[in-house]
């Protein structure tokens, strides 16, 4: 996790990643869309995260950028209420 994300969002996004595609996922919450990094982090400590999956499917992508299996949600995104996307992510 970068401690100066912000919460995109409470809750995952459903986006379907083809095979042996890199991807760079947004791990600042600043991006446009929330999912893909669109050099929105410049200025912060943040990077995006590359991935690479071995399967053509639907991902649950990680908007609270804070799951410990980051870019892909683990529930950790529970602990952020509604008031609190778009603020810093807690530590
Ligand atoms: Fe968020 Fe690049 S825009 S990591
Ligand atoms: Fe579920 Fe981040 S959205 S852990």
């Known amino acids: ?3 100066d994300a912000i919460v ?22 600043r991006s446009k869309e929330g999912v893909f990094c669109d050099g929105s982090h410049e200025g912060t400590n943040c990077l995006p995260k590359k991935v ?3 399967k053509t499917k639907q991902y649950h ?3 609270c950028k804070t799951s410990n299996s980051f870019p892909f949600c ?8 509604d008031e609190e996307v ?4 807690k530590p």
């Open 61 to 63: 992508i990680c908007m």
């Open 8 to 29: 995109f969002n409470n809750k995952p996004k459903g986006v379907t990643l083809d095979a042996w595609i890199p991807y760079y996922i947004c791990a600042c919450g």
């Open 52 to 54: 690479i999956v071995e």
């Open 1 to 3: 996790m970068c401690k």
């Open 74 to 81: 683990d529930g950790t995104h529970s602990m952020y209420a």
């Open 86 to 89: 778009g603020k810093s992510v």
